[in-house]
């Protein structure tokens, strides 16, 4: 049942129908009180993904198509003729003639020249359908994230799915350096000598340390939803080159998350309606994480760091600094703006190894190779 409600999400956001991250969480719990009840269903969906009345014709033929009457029986009288397709004129593609006679059949002439026109044109459709494609994406990895759309946001996942598997070829190329370690150059020269010179046995350092722990902190509040999702969807299909990846997004308290068909799926109570409160939210990390934090730990946060003037907690995020190996903090919003407001970004900088401005996909992706 939730892979058809995130079906139909997706559907709405292809149709121009825009639905947040916190609407699809609330569609989720909507199933589980409605049932079953094919109609209670529908509207205990439509409640929940629906803000405008104008919408509700699209809402309609796209929970039909996936969520159909079971056993529904064709009309009576409307059963098909035998050997007559639905809507073809009798005669045409059996044989009988239409009163034209040959005069109406194609010329023999030249097949070879059709069959080979008709590949000309597929090429070029094809290769202009790569022009658009390429155009789009590009398009797409440079939008600001505070510009996106519903649809967006659907193209994005696609798009973030082709770049986290760059992810993880990058990740996999530095896990086989690793077991074999860094060339050695003064030990292979060395052994060269016995062989004229000729570097014929390659010496290398000992291996690098084992691989890291990854814990990701993403503010899923409106302000930087987007950035917050298609960060969690590029890393977590990366978590079998590190030895543990621990995911979280967090408002006011911290929810562990999972990406499930692209989608942020929480594995607790998550308010996205709350006011930010990162302060807690570290908190919270340090009761019921501190396990987790030691010397192999990436701890990678993307927020604005606006806290609504609420108690900060610097000295808890100096603390984790002292346990972890690295604090890379990604802010999804313009450098100009930082530290304006509530935003207390200059009270976490000091902990972090990098503070990075990532805006769009171009950026995030560069920041997120950059911290792992």
């Known amino acids: 049942m939730q892979a058809r409600v995130l079906a139909l999400v997706e559907r709405l956001r292809e149709a121009g129908v825009e639905v947040s991250v916190g609407e699809t969480l609330d569609a989720g719990r909507a199933v589980a ?134 992810l993880r070829g990058r990740l996999a190329r530095r896990q086989r350096r690793g077991r074999r370690g860094r060339l050695d150059f003064r030990r292979t020269i060395r052994a060269a000598t016995a062989h004229g010179g000729v570097p014929l046995e390659l010496r290398f350092r000992r291996r690098r340390p084992g691989r890291p722990d990854l814990l990701a902190l993403c503010d899923l509040s409106g302000s930087v939803a987007a950035a917050s999702e298609l960060c969690l969807g590029l890393i977590a299909p990366a978590a079998p080159y590190f030895r543990r990846v621990d995911l979280f997004a967090f408002v006011d308290r911290l929810c562990p998350v999972s990406i499930e068909a692209g989608h942020v799926a929480p594995g607790g109570p998550l308010d996205l309606y709350a006011r930010s409160d ?56 313009p450098r100009a703006r930082w530290n304006t407001g509530d935003s207390v970004l200059s009270l976490y900088a000091p902990s ?12 995030l992706v560069r920041a997120v190779r950059a911290a792992l």
């Not at 990678?300 to 972890?324: M, Y």
């Not at 972090?352 to 950026?363: F, K, Q």
């Open 352 to 363: 972090c190894d990098l503070v990075v401005e990532c805006l769009d996909l171009v950026s």
């Open 33 to 166: 009180a409605a049932g079953v009840e094919r109609e209670i269903l529908r509207e205990a969906l439509a409640a929940t993904l629906v803000k405008d009345e104008a919408d509700r014709p699209t809402f309609d033929p796209i929970f039909d198509a996936l969520f159909p009457l079971v056993g529904a029986a064709r009309p009576k009288g409307k059963r098909p003729r035998r050997g007559v397709a639905d809507g073809e004129p009798r005669g045409v593609g059996r044989g009988q003639g239409d009163g034209a006679g040959t005069a109406t059949r194609p010329a023999p002439e030249a097949p070879a020249r059709r069959a080979d026109a008709a590949r000309r044109g597929v090429g070029r459709d094809e290769a202009e359908g790569r022009r658009s494609r390429r155009a789009r994406a590009h398009a797409l990895a440079t939008r600001p994230f505070a510009e996106f759309t519903a649809r967006d946001m659907v193209e994005a996942r696609d798009l973030v799915e082709e770049l986290g598997r760059r």
């Open 278 to 333: 990162f302060g807690r939210v570290l908190e919270d990390l340090w009761r019921t994480q501190s396990a987790r934090l030691g010397r192999g730990t990436i701890v990678l946060v993307l927020g604005d760091a606006r806290n609504n003037r609420r108690p900060p907690r610097a000295d808890l995020l100096r603390a984790i600094r002292e346990r972890v190996k690295t604090v890379v903090w990604l802010v999804p919003e």
